[in-house]
């Protein structure tokens, strides 16, 4: 079903493609793969990224998440530039109840030093604490992935 809402939202094919290499989603705005050796899903955003290309990317992840049964999300969202307050909307309501579903516990989020992708990042984080998603925010990939490593070992 998942799939489906990606591919009726975006309706691009090569966002609903099987993953190459790890990676479900390698546009010029974000890659998102799966990481085996951390047994997390990772994404980087690289450029801007509109409502439609941010949502699909997202709900691609969502299908990383199922696949391997993921717990831990590590985004670094550095080059973003701005989450308009209907993305963060969406976010909140749409994609964490998703994500939280499909079994994620954590979302190690690493931001930019400054500007306005900081702050609107920052205003995404935590969200989706109410719903039972443990999110917090890093000035580094590294310190991300350490603080999603303390992630109990599934039984």
Sequence with gaps: ?????TTDIVGDPALSTPPVDGA?????WVVIRWDGV???VHSEWKAFANSSELRAALLRGIDV???HRARGYLTDTRK????IRTDQEWIKET?????IAAGLKRIAVVTATRGLGKVTVE????LGDEQGLISKTFESVEAGRRW???LPVRA
Excluded: N, S, T
Excluded at 1 to 5: F, G, L, S
Excluded at 95 to 99: D, E
């Design 1 to 5: 079903m998942i799939v489906c809402i």
């Design 24 to 28: 479900y989603v390698d546009e010029p």
């Design 38 to 40: 951390h047994q997390i």
């Design 65 to 67: 998440i199922r696949d």
């Design 80 to 83: 973003v530039k701005v989450i």
């Design 95 to 99: 994609w964490f109840p998703l994500a």
């Design 123 to 126: 205003e995404v984080v935590g």
């Design 148 to 150: 999603i490593a303390e």
